[in-house]
């Protein structure tokens, strides 16, 4: 008997380890595997959450290429909302946090000061800015004003209501200089020094030392801002009342998934939009992982 | 190195090199205008801030005054207990509590112990549930939002809390994630010990595990205290009773009343944003630790 409870002890041991991640494979079944199936399933019917779920084949996706001019209008903000934010966002950090990665007096305090803001979110922000953006008495036009520059309307503008969101957005830069600032704290001081002693600039140390040592830093945040930037929803929700104007230019792609899903309950339609867009930012995803070797350095790896 | 040599060399002839050309002097040069652009910057990150703080405190009059100003004529605080009573706030605050609270309190323990799992104890398959779990993280949120939504109506679970709590009980990708960082610093030996000892994975766990994690738990704390706090779209989606709103859907709602009193919106928005600020001046160290586990140190 001994001898077998020995035997069995890995068995037993692996046991535990099930027990450990049950939570989280029932939350997987229940909430995200189960979902998933449902979804693609109902992607496929005129699903309405109360009466009806017949099968309708691809009508779905048909209408959505061919039928649904909103749906192109969405798709267009929101690709115009990644294609400024990330980039710009991304290029901010960096620079903010090379800025950082000094000994300089007061160091800790401005980290404190540029990551404030990046960890306020939600209603109380987009308040914020709407204020700060209001094209009269706002405190951005007033600035503006200062340097003789008349203000756009910003909110009230379609052509200036994503720059107004991506403006907000690189308010909260502070979560990736932190990222970056990390990443930069652990780069050997001996890489620039040697650099200095042979006359490398500020500039050059900066294009070829700092930033190809944290390009695995840069590929993780571009990764996780582009599946993030995808889902832009609550600043627009909140700044257009939920209708996505004027003019639907801020009309993103989940804020119309939201109405058909929750406000006109075409829950099959709203399921296909849905998994266009799983297939936009998985592949976009592999994409870059795809790419990943040709630019991000690892150390180590032998390139 | 360069020190002792430029200290050396002035005997035999003094080089008339000006400051800024040597590396020092670059260095400072350079560490000047780097103070004054992230001096200016601060100002320009700290402005949205003051700006929210001086337009609550202003008459309505005044908020209209053109040009705006970024001093009051004076300091009206009453705005703030006027905004106080003109909507449910201290329910608001109270249901908030409540979500959080319950949210934070699930997110800590279970995501703790299923990362000590997927840490520390050896099972066939580890590896590969664990890739699952991180690819989680790459389903865009309203795939899964839609049909979840589904199953809660089923449940009959709608304007009730439990869609916003429950699954905080269940496990998050990322906090699986981060503590799992946190947890493969902890040296296997130290777990290897107690086994020998006889004691149970839950034992260690609980006893080992749970106390040398604590800065981490902090960190995951923190992080889901912020994101049920702030979470506007879970509560939107799924309450609908006046009575059980929450800060941000009462924000909302005060917005709708309030229509262009910015001075009583700001006052609300910055009473709804205090608490995160304030934990964030006590607890800065934490955040930043998460941001540092996920970029892979420690």
Wanted: net charge positive.
């Amino acid at each position: 008997m001994a001898g077998k409870r020995r035997f069995n002890y890995k068995t037993k041991e692996g046991l535990q380890g099930y027990l450990f991640i049950l939570p989280w494979i029932i939350g997987f079944i229940v909430f995200t595997a189960g979902p998933l199936l449902f979804s693609f399933a109902a992607s496929f019917t005129n699903y309405n959450v109360t009466s009806q779920m017949d099968f309708i084949g691809l009508s779905n996706y048909e209408k959505l290429f061919s039928g649904d001019q909103l749906f192109w209008t969405s798709l267009y903000n929101t690709l115009y909302y990644v294609l400024f934010s990330v980039p710009l966002t991304t290029a901010g950090a960096i620079l903010l946090s090379a800025l950082l990665n000094r000994d300089i007096p007061g160091m800790r305090l401005f980290r404190t000061i540029y990551y404030l803001p990046a960890v306020l979110s939600g209603v109380g922000v987009y308040l914020l800015w709407m204020q700060l953006l209001e094209p009269g008495t706002g405190m951005v036009n007033t600035v503006l004003a200062w340097f003789g520059i008349q203000g756009p309307n910003w909110l009230f503008d379609p052509e200036w209501t994503k720059p107004a969101l991506i403006f907000m957005k690189l308010w909260s830069v502070g979560g990736g200089m932190l990222l970056y600032l990390a990443s930069m704290q652990g780069i050997s001081k001996s890489l620039y020094e040697a650099a200095e002693i042979d006359g490398a600039n500020a500039w050059q140390q900066f294009t070829r030392i700092t930033i190809p040592m944290i390009t695995p830093v840069i590929f993780f945040d571009i990764v996780t801002s582009l599946i993030g930037g995808f889902q832009i929803f609550q600043e627009a929700y909140v700044m257009s009342n939920g209708e996505g104007g004027p003019v639907n230019s801020m009309l993103f792609y989940n804020l119309y998934m939201w109405q058909k899903a929750f406000e006109a309950f075409d829950m099959g339609y709203a399921m296909a939009m849905s998994w266009i867009l799983f297939v936009i930012v998985f592949a976009l995803t592999i994409v870059n992982l795809k790419l990943a070797p040709k630019w991000v350095h690892y150390e180590g790896g032998g390139k | 190195m360069v020190k002792q040599t430029a200290a050396a060399r002035p005997k035999l002839s003094k080089p008339k090199v000006s400051h800024f050309e040597t590396i020092q002097g670059r260095r400072q040069a350079l560490n000047v205008i780097n103070w004054v652009l992230l001096a200016a910057g601060s100002i320009l990150m700290l402005s949205p801030l003051w700006w929210m703080l001086v337009t609550s405190v202003k008459t309505m009059q005044e908020v209209m005054t053109y040009p705006p100003t970024f001093w009051p004529e004076s300091w009206n605080w009453s705005n703030y207990m006027k905004t106080w009573e003109a909507a449910p706030f201290d329910l608001y605050t109270v249901n908030t509590l409540t979500i959080t609270i319950l949210v934070v309190i699930g997110n800590v323990f279970v995501n703790s112990f299923i990362a000590y799992g997927f840490a520390k104890v050896p099972f066939k398959g580890r590896n590969a549930l664990f890739a699952i779990v991180l690819s989680t993280m790459m389903i865009p949120g309203f795939v899964t939002l839609i049909p979840q939504y589904v199953l809660f109506a089923k449940l009959q679970w709608l304007n009730t809390y439990y869609p916003l709590v429950i699954p905080a009980f269940f496990g998050s990708a990322f906090n699986i994630f981060l503590l799992r960082q946190f947890y493969m610093t902890i040296p296997d030996e130290l777990i290897e010990a107690a086994k020998m000892e006889g004691a149970s994975h839950f034992w260690i766990w609980w006893k080992i595990g749970l106390p040398l994690t604590k800065p981490a738990l902090a960190t995951v704390a923190i992080f889901s205290f912020n994101g049920a706090w702030n979470d506007f779209l879970g509560p939107l989606l799924y309450v609908n009773d006046e009575n059980l709103y929450t800060l941000q859907l009462g924000l909302q709602v005060f917005k709708g009343q309030m229509s262009t009193q910015w001075n009583y919106l700001m006052a609300g928005s910055l009473l709804v944003l205090l608490p995160v600020i304030i934990l964030f001046f006590f607890f800065q160290k934490y955040f930043i630790q998460g941001i540092n586990l996920q970029s892979g140190g420690k």
